[in-house]
């Protein structure tokens, strides 16, 4: 198992209960972007496989984020929720 990844357990009700995204999703254009504005912080999961982490990165660099990376997948949040969390309170911290 790779570090930081989820049990088959939960991978299987995972699988099971998700839905796609919805097509109303893809029709909504934002007016600004608030990464623009306002400081934002940014996690890689170093083994996702939904996004590259590749991309992930570009995109973090791109909205110049205080970033963080971490071995585990797209749902790092439930893998590592940990990590996610002291994130969340760094970035707290951080627009104080």
């Known amino acids: 198992m790779i570090s930081g990844s989820i049990g088959p ?3 299987a009700a995972m699988a099971v209960t998700q839905r796609p ?3 109303d999703s893809f029709a909504y254009a934002g007016t600004a972007a608030a990464w623009k504005t306002i400081p934002s912080w ?3 999961a170093r083994q996702d496989r939904a996004i590259a982490p590749d991309l992930e990165r570009f995109m973090a660099k791109r909205a110049k ?3 963080e990376e971490v071995d ?7 893998s590592r ?3 996610v969390t002291h994130l969340i309170e760094e970035a707290d911290r ?3």
């Open 9 to 11: 357990d939960a991978a």
């Open 21 to 23: 995204a919805g097509q």
């Open 42 to 44: 940014y996690l890689v």
């Open 65 to 67: 984020t205080h970033t």
């Open 72 to 78: 585990g997948s797209h749902v790092v949040m439930v």
């Open 81 to 83: 929720p940990g990590v």
């Open 94 to 96: 951080g627009t104080r």
